[in-house]
C-alpha cells in the first residue's frame, strides 16, 4: 500500500483540518452536543462572511449612489449562492438553509432600510421626524417587491 504525505505543513494542516471536520461531523462516537457546537461555530462564520460582504456591496451603493433595483438583485444573487453553497457541501448539511437565507435576507434588508431613512432625514429633516411605520412598511414591501420579481413596476 503506498502512503502519500503531505509536502509541507501548511498542506499537513489543510489535510487535518478536512478529516478532523469530517469525523467531527459524521461519527457517532462524538457527541451530539459537540457536533451541534461545531456546527454552530461553521454557521457563524458563514453568516458572518455574508453579512460582511454584504456591508460592502451596500457601502458600494451608498457611495456609488447605484439604483435600489441593482442593490436588491445583487443581495439576491448573494443569497442564492449562500443556499448553493451550503446545498453542496455536504459537511454543511447541519445548517438549515431557510433559517440563515432568512437571517442574511433580514440584515440585508434592514441596512438597506435605515439607509432610507438616513437619506430622508438629510433630504427632508422635518420629514424624518414623521417617518414612522407607514413608511417602513412601503420600503420593506418596495424591497420584498424587487426581491421577488427582479424590478418594481413603474
Known sequence: M???FP?????LQEVFDFYFFQIIITHDYIKPERKIRDAMNCIDAIEGSFKFLINRFHQAYLDESLD???????IRSLIEGLDDFIQHNQELQLIDPKILRSVIYGYARDIWLKSVRD???KEHPTAGKTFGTESDEYYLYYFDYIYHHGMYPQ
Not at 435600489?68 to 445583487?74: A, F, K, L, Q
Open 2 to 4: 503506498e502512503h502519500i
Open 68 to 74: 435600489d433595483t441593482i442593490y436588491v438583485r445583487n
Open 7 to 11: 509536502a509541507n505543513a501548511d498542506e
Open 119 to 121: 437619506l430622508i432625514s
